[in-house]
C-alpha cells in the first residue's frame, strides 16, 4: 500500500508557488488513504503485513528526519541511532515511573531527543561539519553505555514491555501502531516539506553549498543549524517513542543498532537528499528490499545489501534517484 | 572497586602498555584525517578486516602473528593506495566530499563489518601462541607479552612513520600536502601521488593494528565501533596531524580507559573515549598540541 | 567633517604562531572609495576576513556605524550593511543565478514576500549585467560573470560599505571599466568602498585614498599620488 507515494506523478516536481499547495495536499492524501486502508483492511491483512509497513514508515520518518538537517543543510549525523534510542528509552522510563498515553510519552521523547540534539549542536556546530558528523557518532556510544549500565532500564540485558490495551477502534494494537506511525510519517514529511519551502529551507541549502558566503549573505548559519538539528533530533525522538510496543523487547543491542543508523543515510542518499521526497522514495524502495530480502534470504545479508547500496549510490548517482528522474525526464525534452 | 595505590600503579602500566597499541590503531587515522583530509570513518573495518585475516592465516596456513603482518600489510598499502584512488576520481576531484564522502566511508565500514560477519559469523574468534600466555612481572606489576608485543609494535611503527615523513622526499610531500598544495606543484611533487602513497600507509597500519587486536584479544565483528570513538578521540586529542600528539594521547586514553576499567568495571570504558572526544570537542578543539 | 562609517584600530591577527596581520589600522569615511593595496600574500584578503566576521582578530577592534563590531558574527554584520564579495567567487552552485541573489535579500535585507524579492533579484541582475543569465546554474559562467555574481550578491545585502576583493583579477580592460562603471555608480548613491586590488590602474583610477599592506603591516595610508611615490612602497612593490 506504501508504493502509492512512488507512482503518484503530483510528486514529481513541486513547482515554486502553484505546486506549494499541491504538494501539500498530496501528502494529506496520500496520508489519508493510507489510514483508510489500514482501518478498512484491518482484519484482513495478516499480522505481518502490518509489522512491514510499521519498519518501512518508521524509516520514513528516520530518513526523513535525517534530511533536515543532512540533505538540506549538509551535516552529517552518524548518531540516528542514538536519538532513536531516546526515544526508544523515554517511553520505557515513562511506562515504568508514570504510565501515560503512548501520544504524551512521543511528546516528551521528542522534547528530549531535540534537548540533546542541541546540545550536540550548540557544542559542536561551530567547528568543521566533520567535527559534528564525529561527535554524533561519539554521541551515540556514550549514550548506548549509559543504557547499559543503568539498570533501571534493563541494563544490558534488556527489558520488556506490555502493550496496553486497546480501544475496540482498532482490531489490534499492532494496527494501532501502524495507523500512529502513518500518521508519524504525514507529520514528519509534512515538516521537511514546510522547511524546504521556508526562509529555513533556503538558509540550509545556501550554508550546505557554502557557509563562509551564506554568513556573509546574513544568513545565521549557527542558529539554522541549530533549529535543524533540533527538528532532526526531535522527529528520530518521536520515531523511537512506539517501538517498544512494537517490539515489546528492547534491549541496548537493538535499540542503538548501527542498521537504523545506516539506513537513516543510506535511504536519503538513495532517494535523493535536495527535496523532501527524496527520503520517501528512499525509505520505500530500500524499506520493502529489505523486507522482501529479509524473508527470502537472511537479515545479514539484507543489511549487506543496504551497505552496497549506499556505497554505488553515492558514487556513481550522487543526486539519488530524484537526480535519475530528474535527469531522464530532463533527456527526453 | 576498592581504592589502592597498587591497582592505581598496575592500572596505569596497563594503561601505557594499551596506549602504546592505540597509537598503532590511531596512527592511520592521524595521516588520513590529520594529514590528508580524508575522514576516513572506515579505518576500524580496516582494522577488523587485519584481525580476520591473521585468524584467517593462522588457521589455514598456520601463520604467525607477525608472518600475518608481513604477509597481509603490503596487501593492505596495495589495497589503500587503490581505495584512494577510487576515492580520489568519485569525490576529491569532483569536490563532493562533505555529505556523500562521508556517507561512502560509513557505507564501507558497513559492509566490512556485515561482510565480516556473512563469511565468519558473529562469534568471538582468537588466534593462540604459547609464548604469547607468558608474564613479565617486576614487583607487583605484572604485564602479559600478548600485550607487550602490541605495545612494542605500535611504539615501532610510529617511530619508523616518523622517521619516514621527516626523510623522505615522499614523507615530506606528505606533510607539505596538508600545508599548501600549490607550493607542492611549484617544487614539482605531485600531491595526488603523495596522497596515494600515504593512503596506502594509513590502510597498511590499519591492517597491522589489526592483527594486534586479536594478539590481546578474541575479537568480534562489531568491535569497530569502539575503534571510531578510541581512533578519533586520539586524533583530536593529538593535534590531529601530529605524530608526537598521537602517542602522547593514545597514552592518556589508554590510562584512563585501564583506570576506569579497575575502578568502575568494564562497562563503561566505551565511554572514556567517546567522553575524551566530546570534551576536546567543546574545550579543546586545536587538542592538547595546539595553540 | 565627514563621519567615519569604518573604522578598525590595532587588528592583530596570528596563525600558529604566524604574524598574519600586526596591529592594523583604517578608516573610511561616509562615501569614500579607498583602495587596498599590498603584495600576495601581505594579509590583505586575513584582514577583510577579520573585518566582515570570517575570521576572529586575536585584538584589536572593529567600529561601523558608531557600533562596535569587533565580536558581532558575521551574518549580523552583513545585515547591519558591511557586504563583500570573495577573491576566489563562491556561488552558492546547488542554486540558479537568480536564487543566488536572493539569500541576501531574504536574510541580509530582510524581505519576506516572494514577489518583492525576484523583482528585487531581477533589478540587482540587470545592474551587474546578468539579466539573462538569471536562470542559469553558476556552473554554467564564465569567470568575468561570477565576479559580477558576488558583486551583485554583496549589493543585494543593501550594504553601506562594499568590500570588493579582487573583483577585476583576470578581466579584460574593457571589462575593468565596464566594473569601474558600475562601482563608481554605486559610490555615487552613497556606498563607501574598500577596493582590494592588483591592477594599478583601476586603483589609481578608482581610489580616493590608497593603503597600502605589506606582511601583515600597514606601511602607507595617504592621497594616492603620494603613496606611490613613497620609497618603501615602490620597493615593496617593485622589488628590490
Same mark, same amino acid.
Given at each position: 500500500m506504501s508504493r502509492q507515494a512512488l507512482s503518484t506523478p503530483e510528486l514529481r516536481k513541486p513547482a515554486p508557488i502553484s505546486g506549494r499547495s499541491r504538494s501539500g495536499l498530496a501528502i494529506m492524501l496520500i496520508g489519508a488513504a493510507l489510514l483508510a486502508a489500514t482501518m478498512l483492511l484491518g482484519s484482513h491483512i495478516g499480522e505481518y503485513y502490518y509489522l512491514a509497513t510499521y519498519t518501512i514508515l518508521q524509516f520514513v520518518v528516520l530518513g526523513t528526519a535525517w534530511n533536515i &538537517? %543532512? %540533505?538540506?543543510?549538509?551535516y552529517v549525523n552518524f548518531g540516528t541511532a542514538g536519538f532513536f534510542a531516546i526515544g526508544c528509552y523515554t517511553t520505557i522510563v515513562l511506562n515504568k515511573m508514570f504510565p501515560m498515553p503512548l501520544f504524551f510519552e512521543m511528546l516528551i521523547a521528542a522534547a528530549t531527543a531535540g534537548v540533546v540534539g542541541f546540545g550536540t549542536g550548540y557544542l559542536t &556546530?561551530? &567547528?568543521?561539519?566533520v567535527f559534528f558528523s564525529i561527535a554524533t557518532l561519539a554521541l551515540a556510544i556514550v549514550l548506548q553505555t549509559l543504557i547499559v549500565n543503568w539498570?533501571?532500564? %534493563? %541494563?544490558?540485558r534488556g527489558v520488556y514491555v506490555i502493550r496496553p490495551a486497546i480501544s475496540g477502534f482498532f482490531v489490534s494494537y499492532v494496527q494501532f501502531l501502524v495507523v500512529l506511525m502513518v500518521g508519524l510519517a504525514i507529520f514528519a514529511v509534512a515538516v521537511a516539506w514546510a522547511v524546504e519551502k521556508s526562509w529555513i529551507g533556503i538558509g540550509l541549502a545556501a550554508i550546505r553549498d557554502d557557509e563562509a558566503a551564506a554568513e556573509t549573505s546574513g544568513v545565521p548559519s549557527l542558529r539554522l543549524k541549530l533549529i535543524a538539528t533540533t527538528m532532526s533530533g526531535a522527529l528520530m525522538g518521536m520515531a523511537g517513542a512506539p517501538f517498544p510496543y512494537y517490539v515489546t523487547y528492547v534491549d541496548p543491542a537493538t535499540a542503538f543498532s548501527l542498521a537504523i543508523a545506516v539506513n537513516a543515510i543510506a535511504m536519503p542518499l538513495v532517494g535523493g537528499t535536495a527535496t523532501w521526497w527524496g527520503p520517501v522514495v528512499g525509505a520505500i524502495l530500500l524499506g520493502s528490499a529489505q523486507q522482501i530480502l529479509t524473508v527470502t534470504i537472511s537479515s545479514a545479508a539484507n543489511l549487506f545489501i543496504v551497505g552496497v547500496l549506499l556505497v554505488v549510490f553515492v558514487t556513481v548517482a550522487p543526486r539519488g534517484v530524484v537526480g535519475i528522474v530528474r535527469g531522464w525526464k530532463r533527456g527526453r525534452k | 572497586m576498592e581504592f589502592s595505590w597498587d591497582l592505581v600503579i598496575n592500572a596505569i602500566v596497563t594503561g601505557v602498555v594499551l596506549g602504546g597499541f592505540y597509537a598503532s590503531v590511531a596512527i592511520g587515522v592521524t595521516i588520513a584525517f590529520g594529514m590528508l583530509d580524508i575522514v576516513n570513518i572506515a579505518h576500524p573495518a580496516f582494522m577488523i578486516a587485519g584481525a580476520y585475516l591473521a585468524f584467517w592465516g593462522s588457521e589455514? /596456513?598456520? /601463520?604467525n602473528p607477525f608472518v600475518s603482518m608481513a604477509v597481509f600489510a603490503p596487501c593492505g598499502y596495495l589495497f589503500g593506495r587503490a581505495f584512494y584512488r577510487a576515492y580520489h576520481f568519485f569525490f576529491e576531484r569532483r569536490g563532493d566530499e562533505s555529505i556523500q564522502g562521508l556517507a561512502f566511508f560509513f557505507g564501507i565500514l558497513f559492509i566490512v563489518e556485515i561482510g565480516v560477519v556473512l563469511i565468519f559469523g558473529v562469534d568471538y574468534r582468537s588466534i593462540s601462541e604459547p609464548y604469547l600466555e607468558s608474564t613479565i612481572g617486576i614487583g607487583f606489576v605484572s604485564v602479559p607479552w600478548r600485550m607487550l608485543v602490541p605495545f612494542l609494535v605500535g611504539l615501532t611503527m610510529l617511530g619508523s612513520i616518523n622517521l619516514y615523513l621527516s626523510r623522505t622526499f615522499t614523507g615530506r610531500t606528505i606533510l607539505a600536502v596538508s600545508q599548501d598544495v600549490e607550493a607542492l606543484r611549484l617544487i614539482g611533487a605531485n600531491p595526488i601521488h603523495a596522497k596515494e602513497v600515504a593512503f596506502g600507509i594509513a590502510v597498511a597500519t590499519a591492517i597491522i593494528a589489526g592483527v594486534l587486536l586479536i594478539i590481546i584479544q578474541p575479537v568480534e565483528p562489531s568491535i569497530t565501533r569502539e575503534y571510531i570513538g578510541r581512533a578519533f578521540a586520539i586524533c583530536v586529542l593529538g593535534g590531529i596531524a601530529s605524530i608526537p600528539g598521537t602517542l602522547v594521547a593514545s597514552l592518556i586514553l589508554g590510562v584512563a580507559e585501564a583506570l576506569t576499567t579497575t575502578f568502575y568495571g568494564p562497562s563503561w570504558s566505551p565511554a572514556v573515549s567517546f567522553g575524551l572526544l566530546l570534551l576536546t570537542l567543546i574545550f579543546r578543539p586545536a587538542g592538547i598540541f595546539g595553540r | 567633517m565627514i563621519a567615519k562609517i569604518l573604522e578598525a584600530t590595532g587588528v592583530t591577527k596570528r596563525f600558529d604562531g604566524f604574524a598574519a596581520l600586526t596591529s592594523v589600522d583604517l578608516t573610511l569615511l561616509k562615501g569614500e572609495r579607498v583602495g587596498l593595496i599590498g603584495p600576495n600574500g601581505s594579509g590583505k584578503s586575513t584582514f577583510v576576513n577579520c573585518l566582515t566576521g570570517i575570521l576572529a582578530p586575536d585584538d584589536g577592534s572593529i567600529i561601523f556605524d558608531g557600533n562596535d563590531i569587533t565580536k558581532t558574527p558575521a551574518w549580523l554584520r552583513a545585515r547591519r550593511g558591511l557586504a563583500r564579495t570573495y577573491q576566489i567567487p563562491r556561488p552558492?552552485?546547488?542554486?540558479?543565478v537568480q536564487e543566488n541573489i536572493e539569500v541576501p535579500l531574504r536574510f541580509?535585507?530582510?524581505?519576506?514576500s516572494a514577489g518583492t524579492i525576484s523583482e528585487a533579484a531581477q533589478v540587482i541582475l540587470d545592474q551587474v549585467g546578468l539579466g539573462e543569465k538569471a536562470d542559469l546554474s553558476p556552473k554554467g559562467l564564465t569567470q568575468v560573470e561570477l565576479r559580477k555574481l558576488e558583486l551583485g550578491r554583496a549589493l543585494a545585502a543593501q550594504p553601506k560599505v562594499l568590500i570588493a576583493d579582487e573583483v577585476m583579477a583576470g578581466l579584460s580592460e574593457s571589462e575593468v571599466d565596464e566594473i569601474l562603471a558600475l562601482l563608481n555608480r554605486l559610490n555615487a548613491e552613497g556606498i563607501s568602498i574598500l577596493l582590494i586590488e592588483h591592477i594599478m590602474r583601476a586603483v589609481m583610477l578608482f581610489a580616493q585614498r590608497i593603503v597600502v599592506i605589506v606582511a601583515g603591516s600597514k606601511i602607507a595610508d595617504g592621497l594616492p599620488d603620494e603613496v606611490m611615490q613613497q620609497e618603501d612602497v615602490e620597493r615593496a612593490y617593485l622589488g628590490e
Open positions: &538537517l %543532512g %540533505g538540506y543543510g549538509g &556546530l561551530r &567547528l568543521r561539519g539498570s533501571f532500564v %534493563g %541494563g544490558a | 589455514k /596456513f598456520g /601463520f | 552558492f552552485r546547488g542554486m540558479t541580509a535585507v530582510g524581505h519576506t
